[in-house]
């Protein structure tokens, strides 16, 4: 799967926190995957529970770099 095909016509949705991180869920073709957006990068911004994935392509982009894009059940 490419970035553009994460993030074109899709949505996102807040899971949970965790230790200093906000946890996203995103539906790839049917399957989901969880990204952490660490809060320390947030600054004043608002987080929403649901946003276009669009939005988070710079956390997806380096969760996938890093690895820690991850299938869920």
């Keep these: 799967m490419t970035l553009k095909q994460i993030v074109k016509d899709n949505q996102v949705s807040f899971s949970h926190y965790r230790a200093g991180h906000l946890y996203y869920n995103v539906p790839v073709d049917q399957d989901q995957y969880s990204f952490p957006v660490p809060v320390e990068d947030i600054g004043d911004a608002t987080f ?4 276009k994935a669009i939005i988070m392509m710079r956390y997806i982009r380096k969760a996938l770099e890093l690895g820690t894009f991850i299938k869920v059940n």
């Design 48 to 51: 929403l529970s649901s946003d």
